[in-house]
C-alpha cells in the first residue's frame, strides 16, 4: 500500500505515496508512533539484502539489480551504516557491481555513505568505523570508466594494487579460499600481473564520468556542481558532479558543439561548427534563442567576468561582442586572419584574440582599439588565459609549446614545451595559484601559476632560524649561518651536509667564503672569524677583533676584507694572499670608516673593488673610495629611503642598488647620488638585494622572493617560503657567465623556518603530469572558489581533477621524458630503458639500480649483443657500445663505456643478425653492419629500397639468419636479407606494400612481420591473406635507380639473381587500438600489441579475439618481450614510467 517495492518511482523521499490525501492517512495512523519509520526502513534493507544476496554467498542466486540500488538507501536511514560501510570495504560487493556494469551507481553509493557519517559528525553523535572506505572508493572511481567496459578484468586490477593496499590483501585472503564472490576471468582470458607496480597507496586523482559520444568541449557552472560537455554530434550533456550522473541532455540545432560556456547558474551558451550561438535554460531544457552569429565555425567563447557580455571569435576572421541577457549584438572587430581564441581581461574591459598569423592581439571593448599585439610563437595561437590578477597572460600553441607574458610591458616571462604535439588548454586555476596545460599526448600537466622552481632544499631538519647564507666561488659549496647553531658545509648540488664551523652559542649574522676552501664569519660576539675548509673538516685560521657591537655584514675584494657592524663603523682588514698563506690569530684593521649616525646594516665592493659602498638604519647610503689611503667618502645619499636601508649591490655598470625596511628597491647613481629607478612590488620590508646580469633579485621578511628585469617589469614572485627570508645569495658560477642565459639563474634563500633552499626563478616548477586519458585532451573548464578543474579527452571521459597537493602517485617516473626504447639480456636477468633525455636505467629483477646519462641527445635503440654488453643508438649520431659487470645474486655496476663510433645519418632501429652481427637502419636509406667485439662499423652493398628518402623504421631479427627490415616510403615494402660469411648482407626477398599505401595514403605503417602482417597509425591490424609474385618488377632499372642514387658502379654478378619480389593483394583489417600502434610481436598462438592509447593488449592469433589488456598511465612508446619467457613483457610511456608485467 505504501508503493514501497518501486522506490525509484517515489518522488522523495522513498517513503511516501503518490496521493497526498491517502499519505496523510496513512502516516497520522501508522507512521505516528516515533522509530518507526526506521523499522519500516530495516523491514526494506532485510528483503532488499536478501534479493541482492550483496556478499554472493549464493553463487548460483539470482541477482536483482534494483534491489542491490536500493539496500544502501535503507541501511543508511534504519541506522545501520557500519553495515553500509562492511559492504563498501567488500570486494565480493565491488566485484557484484562490476558484474552488473553497476560502478558508477556505486561511486554514488560511497557519496552517501560519506554524507551520512558527516552528517552524525555534525549532529555530535557518534561517528561510525570506517576503516579503508575511502581506499575502496578511490578504487571503484578510478577504475568504473575502464571496469564499466571490460568487467572480466576485476581480479586483474584488483590484484594490480599496491602490496600494502587492504584490497589487494583482501583479494589474497579470499583467493585462498577459493575466489568466492569474486569476478573471475574466463574463456581463455589472460590476467596481465604488474610486476614492478608500487608499493604504497595511490591517491586517486581524478573523478571519471563517461560521455555517450566524442566530447568537443566542457564547461562548468559558476557553483562547480554541474558540468556541460558539447560533442561532435550536437548533443550537450550536463553531469552532476557530485555523483557522476547524467542530469540532462540537450540536443541542439547544430550539427556539432565547438564551445559552451555557463552564463549563470541556470543558463548556457553553445557555439556550433555551423556558426550558430544558442542560449539555453538548464533547468527545464528549453532554448531562449537562437543567433546565427557567424558564418564558418565558431573557435571559442568567453564570458566577462560580470556575466554581463559574452565575446565569439571564429574562423570567418570575425569577432563580435553580444549581450548575453538579450542575444543582442553590441560590437564588432574583423581580423585579417582566421581567430582561434578569445578570453576576457579580469577586470572586463579587455579581450586577448589569438589566430592564425601566431599574433596575440590585445583589444579594448566597444572601441576596438589595438592596445598592443604580441609576437614570437612559431606556430597558431590555440588557447589563451589571464591569470586571476591580470597582471601575466597565458598562451598556447599548436606545436605544444606554452609561453607566459608580462603583456603590459610586452615581457615574454616563459616559454617552455609543454606537450607533444598541440596544446589544447591553458588556464590559470585555484586563483591562480596553478597553471592547467592539456593536450594531444594525452597528458594533464600542473605547472606552478608563477615562475620559480625549487631544485633543492638544505638543512629541513634545523629548527634555528638560518640568518645568512653564501655560496662558494666555484659553486660547490654552501654555508649557512644561524641563530644558534654551528656554521653548516653543504655540496650545493648533492645537498648533503660536508663540514661544520663550531662558533659557539652565538647568532652567526653575516659569512662570506673569500675564496675556495676559505670562509669568513661574524655575528652577535662583535668578531670576525677566518676559517679554512678542508673536505669535511673546518679549522679556525685568525680572528679580527675591533667591533664594540655585533658585526652584520661582511664584503672581500682583492684581498680586503670590510665588515659592517651596529657600532656604526665599519671596519677593514687586509688578508695575505694566498689566504694558505695568512697567519692565525688576532689581527688588526688596516682601516676604520665612520660617517654613519647608526648600525650599519650592509657594505659592498664596486666590481673592481675600488668602492664600498655602505647602508645604515640612519636610512642613508655612502659611497667610498677605498683605493685611496686613507679611504674616503666620495657620497653621501641621506635619507634614500623612508626606513632602515637592510641591503646594497652594484652592477656591473657600477650603479648601486639598495633595498630598505620600507618596502623598495632603488637604483642609485653613486656618484652623483642621482634617483635612477624604483623598483615597487614588496608588501614587507625588504631583507636582501643582489644583481645578476641584467637581473634584480630581492626577498623580504613575507617570505617572497622577486626577479625584476632593468625596465622594472616584475618577472616572477615566489612564495618561497612561510615565514621571513632573512637573506638570499646567487648560486651562478661566474665561470660560466660567457654561456650564462636568464634561464640559468638559481639563488639561494635562507628562512626563518631553519632551511635554505635553492631556486630556478626563472624556470615553470611542473607540479605534477595527471595521467588516465588514453587520448587527446582537447578541452577543459574550471571556476574561483571550487578547489578542482574539468577535462574532456576523445576517449569519451570526462575527468574531475582536484588542484595539488597530490599525496601518493604512479610508480616512480625513472625517466624524465618520453621512454623511446627498450631491451632485455639474452637470459632475461636485465633490461635496460632509455629516454629521449639520453638517460639509460638499468634494471635487475624488474627493480632499477643505477641510471646513466649516454648522452645529450634523444635515444632512438637499444640493443644487447652479449649476456652483458648493450648498444646505444641516439640522436646525435652516434652508436656506442657498453659492458655491465654483473653477477647474479649482485646488483650490476654502473656500465662501463667500450666505443663510440659516429654514423652519417641517425639510426632509427637496430637488430641482431643470428651471425652476431648487428644491422642498423637509417633515415637515410642506408643500411650499416656492426661487428660488436671488434667496433667495426660499414655500409652494406646491397641494393635496397625505392627510392633516395627511404628509411628503415624497423629492424628485427628472424630465423634462418634472416633479419626482416621495414622500408618506410612512397612505396612501403618489406625486405628479408640474409647476412653472408663475409660480414655483409643480401637480399632475399621483397614484399611491395604499394598497393596497401595506394590506398591509405594519409597513415603509415608502423610495425610489420614478414609473414603476418602489419599494423599502422591509425590503430589498425592488417593480415595479409593472399600474396603473390610481382609481375611489373623490373630488377635492372632497380639496380640502375640504386647505383645512380648510391654514386657508384656495381657488376652483374653482384646482383641478386634469386631475388624474389612479392607483392600483398588482400588483407583482412580489424581496428585494435584507437591510436599508432607502436608494438606488434607475433608468437606461435598469441599476438601482443601496443599502442598510443595506452594499451597493451594480448590477442589470439587464429581468431583475433582479444585475451588480454593491460593500460598504462601514459602512451605506450616501446615494448620488448623476454627472450627467455614470451609471457615477461617490458614497456615505456610516453610519461617516462617503465612497466614489468607478465601475463597468467
Known sequence: MLGLQVPMHASNPRLQLSGSLLRDAVEQRYLGRPGLEAEVHLFLATYFWRNSDPQCEDPAGNMDTESLHALPYHLVHCGHKDLLGMLLTDLRFLSL?????????????????????????????????????????????????????????????????????????????????????????????????????????????????????????????????????????????????????????????????????????????????????????????????????????????????????????????????????????????????????????????????????????????????????????????????????????????????????????????????????????????????????????????VWSGHLGQMMRSYGTECKSPALSVSVSPEGSMLAVGHQSECVKIYNLHEGFQTAKCNVGDLAVLSLLWLQEGFLATAGS????????????????????????????????????????????????????????????????????????????????????????????????????????????????????????????????????????????????DPLSGQHLKEFLGHKSAVSSVLTVGDLVVSSSRDGVLKVWNWEGVELTSIPAHCSQINQCASACVPSEAAEWKESDLQVITAGADGSCKRWSPLLLEQVATLTGHSAGVCAAAATWGVHSFLTVARDRTLRLWPLPPYEGGSITRQHHGTVTAVAWSPDGELAVSASDCGDLVIWSGAKASDTLQVSKCAVRAVLFTSLRSFLVASDDRKVSCWHLDYRPGCEPTLPSQRYSLDTDCLVTGMGLAPSSCVVLGTVGGNLLILHPKKGHLHPVSCTLGYQPEAFYSQVTAMADNQTCLLENSQNPALHLVRMTQAGDCEAEVLVDLGAWKATERLHRITQAHPKFGFADSAGRLWVETRRAEKRDFDRDQWDVEFVTRKKKRMKCSEKALDLSVLEVQSWDRKQIHNSVITALHVLEDFLITASLDGDVKIWDRQSLKQLGLFRCDGSVSCLQLSPCSPSEIICGDTLGNVYFFTSL
Not at 585472503?173 to 608499493?199: A, D, F, I, Y
Not at 659592498?604 to 645604515?616: E, H, I
Open 525 to 668: 660576539d662583535k668578531a670576525v672569524r677566518l676559517w679554512e675548509v678542508l673536505g669535511c673538516q673546518a679549522r679556525g685560521r685568525g680572528v679580527c677583533e675591533g667591533h664594540e657591537r655585533a658585526v652584520l655584514s661582511l664584503a672581500y675584494s682583492n684581498g680586503v676584507l670590510a665588515s659592517a657592524s651596529d657600532d656604526c663603523c665599519v671596519l677593514l682588514w687586509s688578508l695575505h694572499l694566498p689566504l694558505c698563506d695568512q697567519k692565525e690569530g688576532p689581527m688588526s684593521p688596516i682601516a676604520a670608516l665612520r660617517g654613519h649616525a647608526a648600525g650599519v646594516t650592509c657594505c659592498a665592493f664596486s666590481p673592481n673593488g675600488q668602492y664600498l659602498a655602505t647602508g645604515s638604519k640612519d636610512r642613508s647610503l655612502l659611497s667610498w673610495d677605498v683605493s685611496a689611503s686613507p679611504p674616503s667618502l666620495v657620497r653621501e645619499i641621506v635619507a634614500c629611503h623612508r626606513d632602515w636601508v637592510t641591503g646594497c649591490a652594484w652592477t656591473a655598470a657600477f650603479q648601486l642598488l639598495s633595498c630598505s625596511s620600507d618596502c623598495t628597491v632603488c637604483l642609485w
Open 97 to 445: 557491481h562490476t558484474k552488473l556494469r553497476q560502478l558508477p551507481h556505486l561511486c554514488e553509493v560511497y557519496s552517501l555513505y560519506s554524507a551520512a557519517v558527516a552528517n552524525d559528525n555534525d549532529c555530535r553523535e557518534s561517528p561510525v568505523p570506517a576503516p579503508d572506505v575511502d581506499v575502496y572508493r578511490e578504487f571503484a572511481q578510478r577504475n568504473a570508466a575502464f571496469l564499466s567496459r571490460y568487467p572480466l578484468l576485476f581480479l586483474q586490477q584488483v590484484l594490480n594494487e599496491p602490496q600494502a593496499s587492504p584490497i589487494s590483501q583482501e583479494a589474497q585472503r579470499l583467493l585462498g579460499k577459493g575466489g568466492g564472490g569474486l569476478l573471475t576471468p574466463g574463456g581463455g582470458l589472460r590476467l596481465m600481473k604488474w610486476v614492478n607496480r608500487p608499493e604504497t597507496l595511490r591517491k586517486v586523482n581524478s573523478k571519471v564520468m563517461p560521455i555517450p559520444s566524442t566530447p568537443s568541449c566542457v564547461g562548468i557552472s559558476p557553483s562547480g556542481c554541474t558540468a556541460a560537455v558539447g560533442t561532435g554530434e550536437g548533443s550537450l550533456y550536463l553531469l552532476d558532479l557530485e555523483s557522476g550522473q547524467e542530469v540532462r541532455s540537450l540536443a541542439t540545432s547544430s550539427d556539432g558543439i565547438s564551445a559552451c560556456i555557463f552564463l549563470s547558474e541556470g543558463s548556457i551558451c553553445t557555439a556550433s561548427f555551423d556558426g550558430k550561438l544558442e542560449m539555453w535554460n538548464t533547468q527545464d531544457g528549453c532554448r531562449l534563442f537562437l543567433i546565427e552569429a557567424h558564418q564558418r565555425e565558431i573557435t571559442s567563447c568567453a564570458r566577462s567576468p560580470d556575466g554581463k557580455l559574452l565575446v565569439s571569435v571564429s574562423l570567418d576572421h570575425g569577432l563580435k561582442l553580444w549581450d548575453s541577457s538579450r542575444g543582442t549584438l553590441v560590437g564588432s572587430w574583423f581580423s585579417s586572419h582566421p581567430l582561434n581564441c578569445v578570453t576576457f581581461h579580469p577586470e572586463g574591459q579587455l579581450v586577448a584574440v589569438g589566430s592564425w598569423d601566431k599574433l596575440i592581439c590585445v583589444l579594448k571593448c566597444f572601441t576596438w582599439e589595438s592596445v598592443l599585439i604580441l609576437s614570437g610563437h612559431s606556430s597558431t595561437v590555440r588557447e589563451l588565459s589571464f591569470s586571476p590578477v591580470g597582471n601575466v597572460l597565458a598562451s598556447a600553441a599548436l606545436d605544444g609549446e606554452v609561453r607566459l607574458w608580462a603583456w603590459r610591458e610586452q615581457v615574454l616571462l616563459a616559454a617552455f614545451q609543454a606537450h607533444h604535439g598541440a596544446t589544447e588548454v591553458v588556464r590559470f586555476v585555484g586563483h591562480g595559484q596553478y597553471l592547467v596545460t592539456a593536450g594531444e599526448d594525452h597528458k594533464v600537466q
